[in-house]
């Protein structure tokens, strides 16, 4: 009975995601006004001007926030606009504090969205999704490393922030350490950009060196992992399944 009722709430993300997806590609075909404004909202974005995508997000009012969560849970299907130029405009549209919050709560959201996507459609539906090779790439790395793992491929803006929710889902990663393990990487990364946002010869060099420490850091890891544990390459550690 709890398991039933665990597969009846799990689903709603998947259908949440799957409503809002045939939504939005219904919309922008069928009503010219989204069309317009889709189209719009993609031209600002890659425009990489930051005043005017500040005053264009400005413009949405109390709109403007919703769009930030939605935009974000898209990208990660579509992967049009990278997910830290996302958390970037969030940023330069609510300032350093309530932007970096909001950048926060939208990977909660896309995340927690993308790790259920994972684990109830399994992985054929993820290979179509994000490809064979970054899928099985991330798998070994998710089955070997798991907290880890995660927490690394969040923190750094070189590595695939978005694949590794439906490659933990698939896997079973016990959701509160996969969420807990993107908090902890997403979070310094916001700080970063916060810190960082308003010069953007200064967050291009900031984004170098966290991506450079932070891959320094997990081929660490891996050299010290396989140093205690020489025989294990063959023998992937299994992670820590969800049984709440």
């Known amino acids: 009975m709890a398991d039933s009722n665990f597969q009846s709430q799990s689903k709603k ?3 949440f995601s799957i409503l809002l997806i045939a939504a ?3 919309s922008y075909f069928l009503i010219p006004s989204v069309q317009s404004f889709i189209n719009e909202a993609y031209e600002v974005l890659t425009s990489e001007d930051n005043q005017r995508i500040s005053a264009w997000i400005d413009e949405l009012g109390v709109w403007g926030p919703v769009f930030i969560v939605l935009a974000m849970v898209v990208q990660m299907f579509l992967i049009v606009i990278p997910s830290p130029l ?5 940023i ?6 309530y932007g970096a919050l909001l950048s926060i709560l939208a990977i909660f959201v896309a995340s927690t969205i993308g790790y259920f996507v994972g684990k109830l459609l399994g992985e054929v539906a993820v290979v179509k999704l994000i490809g064979e090779r970054q899928e099985k790439k991330l798998e070994y790395y998710v089955e070997r490393y798991g907290f880890w793992a995660v927490i690394i491929t969040r923190l750094s803006p070189a590595l695939s922030n978005d694949a590794i929710s439906f490659v933990a889902g698939m896997l079973r990663l016990s959701y509160r350490k996969f969420i807990g393990a993107t908090l902890m990487g997403i979070t310094p990364l916001a700080i970063l950009l916060a810190w ?10 900031g984004l170098i060196w966290t991506s450079v420490v932070s891959l320094l850091f997990l081929v660490v890891y891996i050299y010290f992992d396989r140093k205690k544990n020489p025989y294990s390459s063959h ?5 820590e399944y969800e049984s709440d």
């Open 13 to 15: 993300p998947l259908l």
């Open 24 to 26: 939005l590609v219904g």
């Open 86 to 90: 996302l958390m970037l405009v969030a």
């Open 92 to 97: 330069l549209a609510y300032g350093q504090v």
């Open 196 to 205: 960082f946002g308003e010069n953007n010869d200064r967050l291009k060099t």
């Open 235 to 239: 023998n992937k550690k299994k992670p």
